[in-house]
């Protein structure tokens, strides 16, 4: 157990971290940090709960704001877009002046008949906006100008209405008028949020009120999006007459949902791809109980020299190339990426053009200073998600567990510990899957639970594999396994 000492120590380490990465925009940074944070703090976090809080939610008159939240155009946008797409915001909390924003883009072929998905990143306290909608699934992507936008051809609507939800409040956009409740968010705040969130949303929309709704998303979005989708469920089933949501699956990306088996699994990765020593890897294995997370003083010793040992590489996708500013800016006209090719630059792509006050404009949202991730503070925070999993399984929803596999952050062998710590009998025995005729990654189908690795993706799975990442969610949303070679 941390001294109090240890512990304010930890927490203000974690807090200069938020003053100075800011910068950065990485989602999986935020992540890193909010776990270092924590370590060995497992009794004051607890385990998850039986079952998700039942609140009375207050759903507030929505007509005429579908309208008003249609979007004519983004600024820079590419010609021929041919969907509607919306953004605006939600009251969460009319008292407390809490609202959270929302970008919404329909499928531009039959979106009447295609299902409803919302899209989460983690952190926690990173943007669902800048990450998903600008840089992974979403419709488009931004230039090198940072004011100029080009189409992402395996944009997630093609096959489903997409919403991107920037949450909890004080990330993004999303914003409180009472600047307390910045500093008491945690989980459960963050789930009762979100689902007041969606019973008022489908006021606005009424038309997706039946719709298949699937919940997706990455990082710490293995906490959101099975407690959000609890939180649905066990609220379905009052007697109220508030709208019983039709939730068909989750999927999770690279997701933090266990804290044993996603530590156990990151420090076992880092020795299997040749990213620290035998005698680091000796000294994890002999001094840390992954087990209990009762960590010694030897073992965060030879913890730390596992890290340090990575060394100055992008740890949340090995392979991939570090953004060079400089080479960028000296091209005579913006640069343009497409298909698996990911500018390693988008951060600060997307930094400059959500901060243009004509594109905060068309977005209707409030003039602001937007960042990608935000320093709030994180009250609750269970060990393991692992319970709340099992009971989505036994209520019979679809759940998808993907894993790009060349993260090192939360990477496929802390997904498959988490998911054999389950001991879930096997349906489908491990096979390939493909996409476009090249082995997109490997499945494996659990009782109630599907294992999917996207092959040369890193911790943010449609942004380095946007080919395969389609593939697989349309699968995902038919309810089919990703398909063997045909040919």
């Known amino acids: ?17 938020f003053a100075i990465s800011c910068n950065a925009n990485k989602q999986s940074e935020y992540l890193y940090k909010f776990l270092q944070s924590r370590r060995s703090q497992k009794p004051s976090h607890g385990e998850a709960s039986d079952g998700a809080e039942l609140v009375v939610h207050v759903v507030e008159n929505q007509y005429g704001l579908m309208e008003a939240d249609k979007v004519k155009a983004l600024p820079g946008q590419p010609q021929g877009v041919d969907f509607d797409q919306y953004a605006g915001y939600v009251t969460v909390d009319a008292k407390k002046g809490r609202a959270l924003f929302y970008y919404f883009v329909e499928s531009p072929h039959n979106s009447s008949t295609k299902p409803l998905v919302l899209w989460l990143n983690g952190g926690p306290g990173c943007s669902s906006l800048g990450y998903g909608a600008m840089e992974e699934l979403g419709p488009f992507r931004v230039n090198s100008d940072g004011r100029t ?25 999303s914003y409180s008028n009472n600047s307390s409740d910045y500093s008491k ?59 019983v949501i039709n939730l068909k699956g989750i999927a999770i990306g690279n997701g933090w949902i266990d804290d044993s088996m996603c530590s156990k699994g990151m420090y076992d990765y880092f020795w299997t791809h040749a990213l620290n020593s035998d005698e680091t890897h000796e000294g994890i294995e002999r001094h840390c109980d992954f087990e209990s997370v009762d960590f010694t003083s030897e073992c965060y010793k030879y913890q730390s020299t596992a890290d340090d040992e990575v060394g100055n590489l992008n740890i949340y996708n090995l392979y991939a190339s570090p953004c060079d500013l400089a080479a960028t800016k000296t091209g005579a006209s913006p640069a343009t990426f497409s298909g ?18 004509e594109v905060q404009e068309a ?10 991730c935000s320093g709030v503070g994180w009250t609750d925070s269970p060990a393991t998600i692992l319970p709340t999993i099992n009971r989505l399984i036994s209520s019979g929803i679809s759940t998808w567990i993907y894993s790009g596999d060349t993260d090192g952050r939360v990477p496929i062998t802390s997904s498959r510990y988490s998911v054999n710590a389950m001991k879930l009998p096997v349906e489908t025995e491990w096979r390939p899957w493909y996409s476009g005729n090249e082995v997109g990654g490997y ?37 089919e396994l990703p398909p063997k070679l045909t040919s």
């Open 340 to 357: 698996n090719n990911f500018d390693p630059c988008s951060d600060d792509y997307t930094n400059s053009y959500l901060n243009l006050a």
């Open 1 to 17: 157990m941390l001294s109090i000492k240890l512990l304010l120590c930890s927490l203000f380490l974690f807090m200069c971290h």
């Open 149 to 173: 936008l080009y189409r992402n051809e395996y944009a997630w609507n093609k096959v489903a209405n997409v919403i991107f939800l920037e949450s909890p409040a004080g990330v993004g956009f």
């Open 185 to 243: 968010i945690g989980d459960n705040s963050t789930a009762l949020d979100s689902y007041t969130f969606l019973l008022n949303w489908l006021e606005r929309f009424p038309q997706y009120k039946t719709r298949d709704f699937f919940i997706t998303g990455e990082s710490y979005a293995g906490h959101y999006v099975p407690q959000l989708a609890d939180t649905i469920l066990s609220n379905n089933k009052l007697s109220t007459n508030h709208t």
């Open 443 to 479: 499945v494996v189908g659990y009782k109630g639970l599907t294992l999917v690795t996207v092959r040369g993706a890193g911790h943010t799975v449609p942004s380095y594999q946007p080919q395969r990442a389609l593939t697989m969610i349309s699968f995902f949303l038919r309810g």
């Open 363 to 372: 977005l209707h949202a409030k003039a602001s200073k937007w960042v990608a």
